[in-house]
């Protein structure tokens, strides 16, 4: 019995000392190729808005940035005061950061001062706070507001329009490019109805901009001076939450809207409507016709996943983290959800934490909706030469000859 347990530890020391005995020991399983996303929530040949004649709309899907409908949301058109979505971003972002505070005083220049169009009427050197000047940007539309603001987080509004030109590239806003932070009229000042989208989803990750986008009336100057929203969806429409309307005769009546219903939220942008009254009625249709036909749903494994074994690690197995996706769907369909798991049946030593183990198959009607990544919980270290002599020993002893 002592020989034959010579013999087996002399085997064991040769298996680990060759290096192409063990690497043939590894399991090379891979993963199969991503199933490809065939389900389409969006249905075809609708037009939620058909009497209207807005020269571009878009509705987008709050949660997961997913179109919903557009038309002509590419091309470029000057958006006019919903210019100060970005202005608007900016601030709060500023503020976030800490480079502005709510209750800071902010003194009027002369350039914010002399701002034409709808205004608060600043004073060069009058002194409002932060709060106060982003709720006068995002109810009455100030241009003077807008300009005081843009020169206490950059200096000067042309720095600040540096800024927004960064801010865009950044968002992936393609077809955009600022002159001003107001939206007056000026040569080269556009964007698109999609871009305009894109920076109102950002805005709205902002929790703080609700409660001044959401404003129907209210008072600067101790009470003398008396502020009514531009946005009059705020009184019509359900669940209204902002955002921003604009003005010029050049680009027509434009507005970014958003609302939200039942914890979920949409956003609505027409640019160069007739009037006032086709500006807000399509964008209220837009965002009803959006919360009638779609749902978002939360979707996640149906149970733990078991624990994958690893081959030659310091750890015998390795957690399993699962994924969770936000899936839009067509109204009806919630209840035709199911869900699939592709895990590796063992993975080799080392392993990185986040390391891909597997796929996340999430159908709709037995159509593929969302394939998400399944990954390691864990980072697992390769067991060394001591390591593994030690793991094969206790192996030995702990079974009986």
Avoid at 47 to 72: F, H
Avoid at 213 to 223: F, K
Avoid at 264 to 270: H, Q, S, T
Avoid at 288 to 297: H, K, L
Wanted: hydrophobic share 45%; with cysteine; glycine share 6%.
């Amino acid at each position: 019995m002592k020989y034959k347990r010579i013999v087996f530890l002399l085997l064991a020391a040769l298996l680990l000392i060759s290096p192409t005995t063990a690497a043939a020991a590894v399991d090379t399983e891979e993963l199969s190729p991503l199933p490809e996303v065939t389900y389409d929530p969006i249905p075809a040949d609708t037009d939620p808005i058909p009497d209207s004649s807005v020269k571009s709309a878009l509705l987008m899907d709050g949660e997961t940035g997913q179109i919903l409908w557009s038309r002509d949301a590419d091309t470029q058109r000057e958006p006019a005061s919903v210019t100060k979505v970005m202005t608007m971003l900016l601030v709060c972002e500023a503020l976030d950061e800490g480079t502005l505070k709510p209750d800071q005083l902010v003194t009027t220049s002369a350039h914010a001062s002399e701002m034409g169009g709808s205004q608060i009427f600043l004073k060069e050197g009058e002194q409002m706070t932060v709060n106060d000047l982003l709720k006068a940007v995002a109810v009455v539309s100030g241009n003077d507001a807008a300009v005081a603001l843009g020169e206490a987080i950059a200096g000067t509004e042309t720095a600040f329009v540096e800024r927004m030109n960064q801010r865009a590239i950044q968002l992936g806003m393609e077809q955009t490019h600022f002159v001003n932070c107001t939206g007056l009229p000026v040569e080269g000042h556009l964007t698109t109805a999609h871009d305009i989208a894109i920076m109102s989803r950002e805005l709205l990750r902002h929790d703080r901009i609700r409660a001044f986008t959401s404003i129907w009336m209210d008072s600067l100057r101790d009470g003398e001076f008396t502020l009514s929203s531009t946005n009059k969806l705020l009184k019509s429409c359900e669940g209204c939450t902002g955002l921003k309307t604009g003005y010029t005769s050049a680009a027509g009546h434009c507005i970014s809207a958003s609302a939200r219903r039942d914890d979920r939220e949409l956003i609505a942008v027409v640019l160069g409507a007739a009037d006032s009254k086709e500006r807000f009625a399509s964008a209220a249709a837009l965002l009803d016709w959006g919360f009638a036909s779609f749902r978002t749903v939360t979707v996640t494994p149906d149970g733990p996943i078991a624990p994958i074994p690893v081959i030659q690690g310091k750890q015998p197995e390795l957690t399993v983290k699962a994924p969770s996706v936000n899936l839009l769907l067509r109204a009806g369909d919630e209840g035709k959800i199911t869900t699939q798991l592709e895990l590796l049946s063992s993975v080799a030593a080392p392993v990185k934490a986040g390391d891909a183990v597997g796929h996340f198959i999430v159908k709709v009607d037995d159509q593929v909706a969302a394939v998400l990544p399944l990954t390691s919980g864990q980072s697992v270290e390769k067991l060394d030469f001591q390591g593994t002599f030690v793991a094969f020993l206790k192996n030995l002893f702990s079974n009986r000859w």
